[in-house]
């Protein structure tokens, strides 16, 4: 009998305003999930941002490097 194998989504935020760019969430998140923003945020950084296209395991890594603490991932 086929074993059904539910695969969990994860929701991703990145409070923007209190990034300051250092980007050690991008280098870390082997899912390619956090990306560069294009735009500066009200402290002239580019801020870290969930990509559209890419899956976010749940993996907590990037909240555990953010040295700022910028970063919630939640269990949808
Ligand atoms: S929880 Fe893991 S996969 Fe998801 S964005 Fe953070 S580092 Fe990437
Ligand atoms: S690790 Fe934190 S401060 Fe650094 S880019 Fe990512 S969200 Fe911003």
Known sequence: MAKTVTRKKYDVIVKSEFCKGCHLCIEYCKSGKLVNSKKLNKMGYLYAEPAEDAKCTGCMVCTL?????VIEVYDE
Request: aromatic share 0%; with cysteine.
């Open 65 to 69: 490097v953010c040295p700022d603490l």
